[in-house]
């Protein structure tokens, strides 16, 4: 098995009913890397992150997890994986600290100074007494967090451990996984509804919708795909993308509807490209320099994959 990778599935699939929350996925998680899972409500994140933690069984297809791809041994292995699924359970009259505890001794886990490391770790030293029930929606997340980290995991699993927090609290939670990335060498799994806080944070994506992997990427080709580009519209965009490359020898460019174009890759001279439109009589319309955010990626591209999933008219 290879051991830098610390999670492989091979065409992974859950089906519930006439439900397929899973359709032959197959993802990549490096040692060591911060893998952000990306994907509306129902595209299948919660049902992946289940399957890896035992929670649920797939219908088909196979998967390795800590280097090992046998089942028998995945409860052991599991034990070396801390996870945050849903909203952790925690009893709402007992401190922070007695909620550790109970999860600590049930676990089996040992060393009576776990549990205040642990705590100390998310930043809740000083609420170590406070109830579960008076706790602020940030430190329950904290909360959350030390119970995942209590068994000192190698893998971190983390189903939308930002959602409802306040932009200080968001910040907080990034900073500290960050750390638990660089200085514990935690390999992190994480979804999140909120793609630009995964822009901080994330080195590889995966990208589901329907329960399909439309894209598996680095943080550096996703920087590559969302870079800066000019837009131009024009009378006739074929036309003007003819030009582009007999007069300015550009090819890396997109006709999008309405005559728009995009022009990808290093603009030296942008007012060449304006001027290739107006001295052609094209008629510009409009033209703008912009960014590509990831949020703008991620949209075009579920929009042009589910639209290739749907059947044609006469297919079988």
């Known amino acids: 098995m290879n051991q830098s990778i610390i999670f492989q599935s091979n065409q992974l699939t859950k089906i519930y009913g006439n439900t397929t929350a899973l359709d032959h996925v197959n993802i990549t998680i490096p040692k060591g890397s911060i893998y952000g899972l990306v994907g509306n409500n129902g595209a299948g994140k919660t049902t992946l992150f289940k399957l890896l933690a035992g929670h649920i069984f797939p219908t088909?297809?196979?998967?390795?997890?800590?280097?090992?791809?046998?089942?028998?041994?995945?409860?052991?292995?599991?034990?070396?994986?801390?996870?945050?699924?849903?909203?952790?359970?925690?009893?709402?009259?007992m401190t922070a600290k007695q909620n550790l505890e109970y999860y600590r001794i049930q676990r089996g886990i040992p060393g009576k100074d776990t549990v205040t490391n642990c705590l100390k770790l998310v930043g809740l030293s000083e609420a170590s007494n406070k109830r579960f029930k008076a706790m602020s929606l940030g430190m329950k997340q904290?909360?959350?967090?030390?119970?995942?980290?209590?068994?000192?995991?190698?893998?971190?699993?983390?189903?939308?451990p930002i959602n409802g927090l306040d932009p200080v609290g968001i910040i907080e939670i990034r900073n500290l996984l960050l750390k638990l990335n660089h200085e514990k060498h935690i390999t992190i799994l994480i979804s999140s509804h909120i793609l630009a806080e995964l822009e901080h944070i994330a080195t590889h994506y995966g990208i589901l919708s329907q329960g399909k992997l439309l894209e598996?990427?680095?943080?550096?080709?996703?920087?590559?795909?969302?870079?800066?580009?000019?837009?131009?519209?024009?009378?006739?965009?074929?036309?003007?993308?003819?030009?582009?490359?007999?007069?300015?020898?550009?090819?890396?460019?997109?006709?999008?509807p309405d005559n728009i174009v995009h022009i990808y890759g290093e603009i030296k001279d942008i007012s060449s490209y304006s001027h290739l439109a107006v001295k052609s009589g094209n008629g510009l319309l409009s033209f703008a320099q912009k960014e590509a955010a990831f949020e703008s990626y991620y949209m075009e591209l579920i929009t042009s994959?589910?639209?290739?999933?749907?059947?044609?008219?006469?297919?079988?």
């Open 60 to 93: 088909s297809g196979n998967f390795t997890l800590l280097g090992a791809g046998n089942e028998s041994n995945f409860t052991a292995l599991r034990k070396r994986c801390g996870c945050i699924i849903e909203k952790p359970g925690f009893f709402p009259n």
């Open 142 to 160: 904290r909360l959350g967090l030390a119970l995942a980290l209590i068994g000192e995991p190698e893998l971190l699993i983390l189903d939308e």
């Open 216 to 256: 598996e990427t680095t943080a550096e080709q996703l920087r590559e795909k969302c870079q800066s580009y000019l837009e131009v519209k024009v009378m006739d965009a074929h036309k003007y993308a003819a030009l582009l490359e007999s007069r300015l020898h550009c090819t890396n460019y997109k006709i999008l």
């Open 305 to 316: 994959k589910n639209q290739a999933m749907i059947p044609k008219k006469g297919d079988v």
